[in-house]
């Protein structure tokens, strides 16, 4: 398997509904486009960003074959496919295959607090269901569950295991991973505002939830850490951040993102589902200006 396909700048895709609130899978993919013209590697579907969890399964399934029509053949998809049941994140494992997605990807299950044998038999069950790539996602602040080194390791040995998303906020993981795992294991980074640390730490590539928004500012950034342009990547990411300050201090981030990606791409990309909640497109235009001042400069 060529993992070179998994290294590089991938957008967490945001889900994108009508006016009656059903997923709207024509703009999805015209989203799709615009990050294939700004050199993203790739997209991961039906995760945090994407409310995953407030889709229903039949969703999730349409979001996954638009993003696969939209991608092509030169452009890496990875789904989520975690539910809260083994059997359902399975249902949607095989789905996934059937189509011809490149990885699957899961958290744990969800709500129970459950021990790591139990978080081991989930993964473990979903990996054995087919035969396509697997990434483990890490995202304790959410999940309750914090991935150790030790339970990495024993699921590496499988072949089929070949990364982690990891959006827990020590950086210092991706090195402890990478100790776990070795050298060909890829290991995502998932905290945005943190991307160059994760990098110099360990990480391999990045999956965001703020890199649709400004998508040619993290392949920049990807780019000079590199080429070793430490300096320069870091000036990059305070600018970054302080994007990422503004979407947060809106009262919803997707909201947020959805109303700037919105007048950035010229594709109306909604309002999240509820219970999240919608932003005013006159308090996400500064951000947009911003972002876009920040692209200019590149």
Request: hydrophobic share 40%; charged share 25%; glycine share 8%.
């Amino acid at each position: 398997m060529d993992k070179n396909k998994f290294r590089g700048i991938f957008c967490a895709l945001n889900a994108i509904y009508d006016k009656d609130d059903n997923i709207d899978t024509e703009k999805m993919k015209q989203l799709v486009k615009v990050y294939k013209e700004r050199g993203v590697k790739g997209v991961y579907a039906c995760g945090s960003t994407g409310e995953g969890f407030l889709l229903s399964i039949d969703e999730r399934k349409r979001v996954a074959e638009a993003v696969m029509e939209a991608a092509g053949d030169d452009f890496t998809v990875i789904v989520h496919i975690g539910c809260p049941s083994t059997k359902e994140s399975i249902e949607l494992a095989k789905h996934c295959e059937s189509i011809g997605v490149d990885a699957v990807s899961a958290v744990p299950s969800v709500y129970y607090h459950l021990p790591a044998e139990s978080v081991k038999l989930h993964w473990q069950s979903i990996i054995d269901s087919t035969s396509l790539p697997f990434i483990i996602y890490n995202i304790p602040q959410l999940t309750g569950f914090d991935l150790t080194p030790q339970l990495l390791s024993e699921l590496a040995e499988n072949e089929k295991v070949i990364g982690v998303k990891n959006s827990a906020e020590p950086v210092y993981l991706m090195e402890r991973y990478r100790q776990a795992a070795g050298e060909d294991f890829i290991i995502f980074n998932g905290s945005d505002e943190q991307f160059v640390g994760g990098r110099l730490m360990g990480a391999d590539a990045g999956i965001g939830g703020t890199y649709g928004c400004m998508p040619e500012l993290f392949v920049a950034l990807d780019k000079l850490v590199n080429e070793n342009k430490i300096e320069e990547a870091k000036a990059l990411q305070f600018k970054i951040n302080e994007c990422i300050f503004d979407l947060l201090s809106c009262k919803s981030l997707y909201g947020a993102a959805k109303q700037v990606m919105s007048i950035r791409f010229g594709i109306d990309c909604g309002d999240p589902r509820k219970p999240f909640l919608p932003v005013a497109k006159e308090d996400a235009m500064p951000i947009a200006e911003k972002i876009e001042k920040y692209v200019s400069e590149l």
